[in-house]
């Protein structure tokens, strides 16, 4: 699917200005390439009444560990602002054990309809994986469970991880990518222009009645 490109010399303010008017259920993500944009919005932003936070995936491990996304968006983040209300997948427990309870908590909060979350943040990986979906893994067909573990990552961290499924991100009223530098130039590339690959897991990311967006800078676009 085609997303809306904006290419910004500044992405971490571009992504920072869409974080700060997300509102209801938002999503937040791992990776090394927000956490600048957590940063800026924390100051730029600091009550999140109303607001509820999940996370599109997490590394099985402890919340204080160094890989832990919910440890890099609470340093971030969380440890600056006030009234959101965060909803943390419990890495700790193990990928079967830790999505199972995130399903739970998803569906606690959503009943048993679609999971329709407001806004989703999305990041991506030089294999095009996004979430913990990694290209070729069973995950990527799951469309009844709405977290599921993933034992072997196709990347490092290699840790197991616990993900949403491709069920929930596509429900979302809008899904924004963050994608930056030229090493993820040919990922955004299978990504964004091709058809949908089981083997580039971002081109499976098309909301039925939402929106895509993508920003990027002028390096990750080089191929579009
Ligand atoms: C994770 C993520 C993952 C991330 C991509 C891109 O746990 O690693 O949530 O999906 O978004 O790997 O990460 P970078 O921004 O570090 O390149």
């Known amino acids: 699917m085609r997303p809306e490109v904006h290419v910004s010399e500044d992405p971490t303010a571009a992504a920072a200005e869409r974080l700060h008017e997300a509102r209801g259920q938002v999503v937040l ?7 600048a944009a957590y940063e800026r919005v ?5 009550d999140w009444a109303a607001t509820s936070i999940w996370f599109s995936d997490e590394r099985c491990v402890p919340p204080d560990h160094e890989h832990s996304n919910f440890g890099m968006v609470r340093e971030a983040l969380f440890d ?10 419990q890495g700790e427990l193990g990928p079967e054990e830790g999505a199972a309870a995130y399903e739970r908590e998803l569906r606690e909060a959503f009943g048993e309809g679609e999971p329709q979350l407001d806004f989703i943040l999305l990041g991506l990986g030089p294999d095009v994986h996004t979430c913990s979906l990694f290209p070729g893994d069973d995950a990527l067909g799951e469309r009844e469970r709405w977290a599921v573990g993933v034992e072997t990552p196709g990347m490092a961290p290699l840790v ?5 499924t491709l069920a929930v ?3 979302a009223r809008s899904v924004v990518f963050l994608v930056t530098g030229e090493d993820k130039a040919e990922a955004v590339e299978r990504a964004f222009t091709g058809p949908p690959d089981q083997g580039a897991p971002g081109s ?5 009645s939402g929106t895509l967006v993508l920003i990027c800078d002028e390096a ?4 579009l």
Do not use: C, D, K
Not at 204 to 208: D, N
């Open 29 to 35: 993500t791992g990776g090394s390439t927000p956490r």
């Open 42 to 46: 924390a100051v730029e932003r600091p």
């Open 80 to 89: 600056h602002i006030e009234g959101a209300e965060v909803h943390r997948m």
């Open 160 to 164: 197991s991880r616990i993900t949403l």
């Open 169 to 171: 991100v596509n429900s």
């Open 204 to 208: 499976l990311v098309e909301p039925t």
């Open 220 to 223: 990750a676009a080089a191929r």
